[in-house]
């Protein structure tokens, strides 16, 4: 019973934020625009703030190497790998096969990720989310690249991809607290204090501008490629690599991260991307939305696994 209480008082909040911005899409209170505009603000922000703050701040007796540091990036690699094998098998349309391997192995860890495991570790220092930032938003960045360019007919340019990694605010948030951490740089009050108030905003609102976004337009005629990716996404990968890191001996906070790396829903910039790259626009829209939805379900699962195993 306990486990199960731990699981929902996890979950829940996550449902209820991203219900409040779904209802205030439904009375008009939010619309594309003033979405588009707070996602903006919490992506060069509010996050990379959070991020920076939660690095600074990291105990100097916390490890920043260890297993979980190359587990997710060589994971991530590898799923996406084998999704440039298998969904060509199973998709022909060229325009749909990029969207559903970025679908599959791209996950909203930062805006979904990193709130959850503050949740889940109340009190507790979950710097570690933070730092993984740093190898994991790279390799989601690059290798949905290669699979859009590859089948939905764009161009791969390795410097223009390398660019957009330098200029991302979260790497520069991430790797700037790492840096002023690593001269153990100690701020003034006052600015502690700033950077802590900014830091609070960016969970909230990330996950209640989430809940804005969702949108459910015509995903009947798309429904056997949403089944495939959505269960392959919250499903199949997080099951099949969670195990994996559990045999590796990684536990708690670390886990966490490897369940949300692997298995939070599709980032909410897969869309855009795979718009402006020559994907299917509509499907990645949709599958967006419906992943953010049933990651509620598989997420609550995971948690209340994990937890009765005494794994986090």
């Not at 161009?155 to 990694?165: A, G, H, Q, Y």
């Not at 001269?183 to 108030?197: A, E, R």
């Not at 949300?260 to 402006?276: L, Y």
Request: glycine residues 8%.
């Amino acid at each position: 019973m306990n486990e199960l209480l731990f699981a929902g008082n996890t979950v829940l909040p996550l449902l209820l934020l991203m219900s409040c911005g779904f209802l205030s899409r439904q009375l008009k209170l939010l619309n594309d625009s003033l979405v588009k505009g707070i996602n903006q603000l919490i992506f060069n922000l509010f996050l990379p703030v959070n991020l920076f703050y939660s690095v600074l701040t990291t105990p100097y007796d916390t490890p920043v190497s260890g297993t979980v540091f190359w587990f997710i990036p060589v994971g991530l690699i590898v799923l996406f790998l084998l999704l440039y094998l298998i969904i060509p098998m199973i998709e022909k349309d060229k325009k749909k096969v990029g969207v559903m391997i970025q679908g599959m192995a791209r996950a909203n860890y930062a805006f979904f990720g990193i709130p959850l495991v503050a949740m889940l570790f109340p009190g507790q220092d979950t710097s570690i989310a933070a730092l993984l930032v740093v190898v994991s938003v790279p390799v989601y960045n690059v290798m949905s690249v290669i699979a859009l360019s590859i089948h939905c007919g764009g161009e791969v340019r390795i410097s223009k991809i390398l660019l957009k990694i330098l200029k991302n605010p979260l790497i520069i948030g991430t790797v700037a607290g790492y840096i002023l951490w690593m001269l153990h740089f100690q701020p003034p009050s006052f600015l502690k204090t700033t950077l802590s108030d900014l830091s609070k905003i960016s969970t909230p609102l990330a996950l209640f501008t989430l809940g804005g976004a969702i949108k459910f337009s015509s995903a009947r005629k798309h429904i056997r490629q949403l089944i495939i990716s959505i269960s392959g996404k919250l499903i199949f990968a997080p099951l099949i690599f969670v195990s994996l890191a559990v045999l590796l001996g990684i536990r708690g906070v670390a886990l966490a991260c490897v369940m949300i790396a692997f298995g939070a829903p599709a980032a909410v910039s897969s869309f855009p991307m795979a718009q402006q790259m020559g994907g299917d626009g509509e499907l990645a829209a949709e599958h967006v939305a419906l992943s953010s939805v049933f990651a509620i379900l598989t997420t609550f699962l995971f948690i209340f696994a994990l937890k009765s195993l005494g794994l986090i």
